[in-house]
């Protein structure tokens, strides 16, 4: 569990000769893998949140977006914390439109542990792995430059997400630390960037999230994949599927049915990878699950907050 910490900053800044007072609420511990979510309660239009580290070297960042919600109006950013990330302390900083920086924090990320596992490939999807087709690595920068924008610009509701399948098996978990063992006997290392959820093909797949459908076709590696837009930055990511019932474009809820489970792609049986990208950065999903997309238990806190004020 992380210790829940408000942190309240009040600070002067100059915009055009008006000063204006500006508050942040974050919590200020994290593991690898986990989201930020940061929330003003004053205008926070056309500011960026930042993620740094020690070395003042900039990791991350994400816009900061309205939301309204039953208890909560105001502003919120999200930012993903990587699961390659060092444990140590790390610093959000808040920017204007012109790169002023207008506030500076600290959180603390500590150094949680992943699973590990051998995966032995058969000769075709060594090659798939292996292979150095330009229309691989096309696809690969140009789902990469998906999860790089935020086309979203404001939020309604807390954002919960459910499981995109019912009753599946989970057969791997997010940041498990992989070694592929190709049909010659070599091996390479890679990071599993989502959860993989095993089930008989056919099984119908759900959004998880209400959002807008960036990206449904089939690619060479993930095979039928499908990308929606949950929040600004903020990806819903479905590889490996059997059928696809959604178009770029398309607005769903998170109890739409996108299409069905398969083994599609590279894929070494039937599964669905699911995945979540914030600011570009897998992340993990337990969290979410637990408190929405924006952290519904910092709202609490807010609230609760004023209310014994």
């Known amino acids: 569990?992380?210790?829940?910490?408000?942190?309240?900053?009040?600070?002067?800044?100059?915009?055009?000769?008006?000063?204006?007072?500006?508050?942040?609420?974050?919590?200020?511990?994290?593991?690898?893998?986990d989201v930020v979510t940061v929330?003003?309660?004053?205008?926070?239009?056309?500011?960026?949140?930042?993620?740094?580290?020690?070395?003042?070297?900039?990791?991350?960042?994400?816009?900061?977006?309205?939301i309204e919600t039953n208890s909560?109006?105001?502003?919120a950013s999200v930012i993903g914390l990587d699961s390659t990330l060092s444990?140590?302390?790390?610093?959000?900083?808040?920017?204007?439109?012109?790169?002023?920086?207008?506030?500076?924090?600290?959180?603390?990320?500590?150094?949680?542990?992943?699973?590990?596992?051998?995966?032995?490939?058969?000769?075709?999807?060594?090659?798939?792995?292996?292979?150095?087709?330009?229309?691989?690595?096309s696809?690969?920068?140009?789902?990469h430059e998906i999860y790089g924008t935020s086309v979203q610009k404001s939020?309604?509701?807390?954002?919960?997400?459910i499981?995109?399948?019912?009753?599946?098996i989970i057969t791997s978990w997010f940041g498990d630390r992989r070694n592929f063992i190709y049909s010659d006997g070599s091996s390479s290392k890679a990071v599993h960037n989502g959860t993989d959820i095993a089930g008989p093909?056919?099984?119908?797949?759900?959004?998880?999230?209400?959002?807008k459908v960036v990206l449904s076709k089939d690619r060479i590696i993930t095979g039928n994949s499908v990308v929606i837009e949950y929040l600004p930055g903020v990806y819903g990511v479905f590889f490996h599927m059997d059928k696809i019932y959604v178009l770029p474009g398309d607005m769903v809820s998170k109890d739409t049915v996108i299409g069905t489970l398969g083994a599609t792609g590279l894929a070494t049986g039937p599964h669905l990878h699911w995945e979540f990208r914030v600011g570009g950065v897998p992340v993990s999903p337990d969290p979410l699950l637990a408190n929405g997309l924006i952290d519904n238990s910092l709202i609490m806190s807010i609230v609760s907050s004023h209310t014994a004020e």
């Open 155 to 161: 939020a309604s509701g807390s954002k919960s997400i």
């Open 201 to 211: 093909v056919g099984t119908e797949i759900y959004a998880g999230c209400d959002g």
């Open 87 to 137: 444990a140590g302390e790390y610093t959000l900083q808040v920017k204007t439109q012109d790169g002023i920086i207008v506030y500076k924090g600290a959180i603390l990320i500590h150094q949680n542990l992943f699973k590990k596992e051998n995966i032995q490939l058969n000769y075709k999807n060594t090659s798939l792995r292996t292979d150095t087709d330009p229309e691989i690595v």
């Open 1 to 33: 569990m992380k210790s829940f910490n408000i942190i309240l900053i009040l600070f002067l800044f100059l915009t055009a000769g008006v000063h204006a007072e500006q508050n942040f609420y974050y919590n200020s511990n994290f593991n690898r893998g």
């Open 39 to 66: 929330l003003s309660e004053n205008s926070a239009e056309n500011f960026t949140l930042e993620l740094v580290n020690s070395r003042e070297e900039f990791l991350t960042d994400n816009i900061f977006f309205y």
């Open 139 to 143: 696809q690969a920068v140009a789902i």
């Open 163 to 168: 499981s995109p399948i019912k009753n599946g």
């Open 72 to 75: 909560f109006k105001g502003y």
